[in-house]
């Protein structure tokens, strides 16, 4: 592990450590890395330092960028590649913030997050997990539809982003982010991790996060052997947390297996409806064609044809 430091203000003893490390653990995406650290300079709050963890980069461009790159506020960390979870705890493990930021080289923050997130975690002690909404750019464009947090919904799916604030001090308690959920999540982890101590959870209600989309992405990815993988290590993790909610989780079940019920019961009333639906126009053609045969010959010639067969 080789540390290297591009601000060589921030030897300096004399200095307090900072309040917000933002941690950017990079590997081979160097093009986007100015993207992040620049919206990260840009902060209205700025006492903050910048640990960006080099995760065993192979890509020649992003390993010469990392060689020598110089920008205010800015560490370098060069590790064996090891994954995000060991990433981002190295890069923690160096840090002197109180509060922490994990942000993913290709990402970006606006300018005010720090400033309100921070404002929030000085001011309530009870806080651990403090995020935003957030918004796509890249591959694709929009708003990211997050459900609102809630207890113990979250048992069930992860709502929070890699990209939330929380304290140092919680981060050294759970043991930092758990490198055996090896199939990704390991956000996801970690965020029960902190929910288990106790610590409360806020989302600001204003867009301040932006998750870049690329044609292809981790999260994309897993499929479904690897999901249920993750969510076993989960169980296996945070096994007291699941088993203490195990009746508000059933319920949850219950309540998506009455929802699956009635949608296939919707389904299934559709298909009906459609059948009829093509009886219909079945009819509906047949009248059709009887009515310009009526048309064509007269009412009444055709009642003699039809009395003719009837005859025979």
Known sequence: MVLLESDTSLLDPMLLPPTVSVIVPCYNH??????????????TFQDVEIIIVNDGSTEPA??????????????????????????????IAEAGGKY???????????????????RLLDND?????????????????????????????????????????????????????????????????FWLSLIELGRGV????????????????????????RALYSYV?????????YSDNIEALFAELLKLQDTTWRLE???????????????AQQKLFHAERVFKIMDRVGYWKVRELWQKVRGH
């Open 62 to 91: 992003t390993l010469e960028l990392l060689t020598h790159y110089c920008r205010p506020k800015t560490k370098i960390l060069h590790t064996a590649n090891q994954g995000l979870a060991a990433a981002r705890n190295a890069g």
């Open 125 to 189: 002690g009870t806080l651990g997990i403090v995020y935003c909404e957030a918004e796509f750019f890249g591959a694709e464009a929009g708003r990211w539809d997050i459900p609102d947090y809630s207890f113990p919904a979250i048992l069930m799916g992860n709502v929070i982003f890699c990209s939330a604030l929380f304290r140092r001090e919680d981060w050294k308690t759970v043991g930092g982010y758990n490198p055996n959920m090896i199939h990704g999540w390991e956000d996801y982890d």
């Open 233 to 241: 290590q989960l169980f296996k993790n945070h096994t007291k947390l």
């Open 265 to 279: 019961d919707s389904e299934r009333r559709r298909r009906e409806a459609e059948d009829e639906l093509v009886k």
């Open 100 to 118: 922490i930021l994990p942000l993913d080289a290709d990402d970006r923050i606006a300018p005010t997050y720090l400033e309100k997130v921070v």
């Open 30 to 43: 160097g093009q986007f890395l100015d993207e992040a650290v620049n919206s990260v300079l840009a902060q």
């Open 202 to 225: 806020f989302r600001i209600p204003e867009v301040l996060f932006y998750y870049r989309r690329a044609a292809r992405s981790m999260s994309k990815e897993i499929d479904a052997g």
